[in-house]
């Protein structure tokens, strides 16, 4: 269980201190899929970095299993079984999807055992196991192998900033049926998704809107979701979705 205790983050902005995240506090229980959506601006990101441990908040606390993470870094908290995937994969030129998953695995997978990842993903195993994760692969290609590395990976709670940003509609439409796998398993793991999409916040467990930093709604799915269709922050179509390629 993730617990937010009165979580406060603020940093220097045109030359005045702005507060980004106001005074938070809130509960993700175990085996969960919640949503966190709102305006942009609205502080949903930095939530998201306060909790893998890329920032560090100004106040407050986390909780994570009963233990007191509020200090710990973020290769510390991927120990404890926190994972986050970034907006945007990071490619890596002489690294291939075989090792990538053998590093987040943290052991020697074998390649049957790395197929399988790729291939709850919706990957053709064959045609990416030897593949460099360089410019060669697609936003959606690297969307699914970086979510192939978070399933590789011991992860209790897999933390995802936009998943939906930059890949066209085929992949995103790939990108669903991965989420809705992952939310009908059993493995006990949270998933915290970061998204204005409609597709993704109408499969969420709870969804969580944040506006100007503070948290303005939280409750299931069926409570929250009627009230904010057609509002700014649920939309039903992503940027470079209209007229997109088949690029993965």
Known sequence: MLELKNISFGAPSEGKYKEIIDDITLTVPDNRFVVITGPNGGGKSTLAKLIAGIETPTSGSLIFDGEDITGLSITERAKKGIGFAFQQPVRFKGLTVLD????????????????????????????????????????????????????????????????????????????????????????????????????????????IVLAEGKLSQKGPKEEILPGIIGSGYATNVCPRMEGGAKNG
């Open 100 to 207: 990538l998953l053998r590093i987040a695995a943290g052991k020697t997978l074998s390649v049957s055992e790395a197929c399988g990842y790729l291939s709850e993903v919706g990957l053709c195993a064959k045609d990416y196991i030897k593949r460099e994760v360089n410019a060669s692969l697609s936003g959606g290609e690297l969307k699914r192998i970086e979510i192939a590395t978070v399933l590789a990976r011991d992860i209790k709670l897999a933390i995802f900033d936009e998943p939906e940003a930059g890949i066209d509609l085929w992949s995103f439409q790939n990108l669903i049926r991965i989420f809705e796998k992952i939310r009908a398993g059993s493995s006990g793991r949270t998933v915290i998704v970061i998204s204005h999409q409609e597709r993704i916040l109408n499969i969420a467990d709870e969804i």
